[in-house]
């Protein structure tokens, strides 16, 4: 099964406008980390947002939040203000307890296109 | 920049041939990863290092092997190479090795092509 789906293969937003990037995981740990990655057309992967499965808040950077709904197993990109550099593949990843490298996984990626 | 190294940035060679992949950390990081990047397949985890030693396998092929260094530098070895691997290939590494925190830092990728 997949741990991590992300519905949208893509998605087009208005520069200035805000955009949700969906993420659903599937974990029977207790203690688990989330994480969004920023893939653009030059190739490296960019690390954005961290979240806790045990932190309170939605983690924040910047123009960047994660919805975190525990309860749903969701764990969505929100960027606000979008701009035309935000064009990117867009990856969900969660890392679970122990110490295998295999604990940690990706989504297969949301593209992400901000038109001006 | 993540402070991860990877070298070369782009590689083209035969079918057949044999390639080394190399891969230097962050400073202060034990953990290494690779990862394959395909147009069909996305990212495919294939092998992890911690402090030298192998802590995980993936989808990685016979054909493929790795080692980390005394030094925590990785080399990823493909040999009888096909045009299938043609790909990009990621290294990572991470602190907090273990953790639900550990955070993956990327280096830049070596983009392979077989012809």
């Known amino acids: 099964a997949q741990k991590i789906t992300q519905t949208q293969p893509g998605m087009f937003v208005q520069e200035k406008e805000a955009v949700t990037l969906d993420c659903t995981y599937d974990?029977?740990?207790?203690?688990?980390?989330l994480f969004w990655y920023k893939q653009p057309s030059s190739g490296e992967m960019i690390f954005l947002i961290y979240q806790g499965s045990y932190d309170e808040q939605n983690a924040t950077e910047g123009r960047y939040s994660l919805n975190f709904q525990k309860a749903r197993k969701s764990a969505n990109l929100v960027i606000s203000a979008s701009q035309l550099g935000d064009s990117a593949m867009y990856f969900c990843a969660m890392r679970e307890g122990g110490d295998y490298g295999q604990n940690f996984v990706f989504g297969p990626g949301t593209r992400l296109s901000v038109l001006p | 920049d993540s402070g991860v190294t990877q070298t070369p940035k782009h590689l083209i060679t035969a079918t057949g041939q044999r390639v080394t992949l190399r891969c230097s950390p962050r400073s202060g990081d034990l953990s290494v990863y690779w990862y394959q990047q395909s147009l069909d397949q996305g990212l495919q985890f294939l092998i992890q290092y911690y402090n030298g030693e192998e802590r995980a396998k993936g989808n990685i092929l016979e054909r493929f092997s790795a080692q980390q260094f005394p030094d925590l530098h990785s080399e990823l070895n493909l040999s009888s190479l096909e045009l299938g691997d043609s790909a990009l290939y990621f290294c990572a590494s991470s602190t907090r090795f273990g953790s639900v925190r550990e955070t993956q830092y990327f280096g830049p990728g070596t983009r392979l092509l077989v012809l």
């Open positions: 974990t029977s740990d207790q203690s688990y980390g």
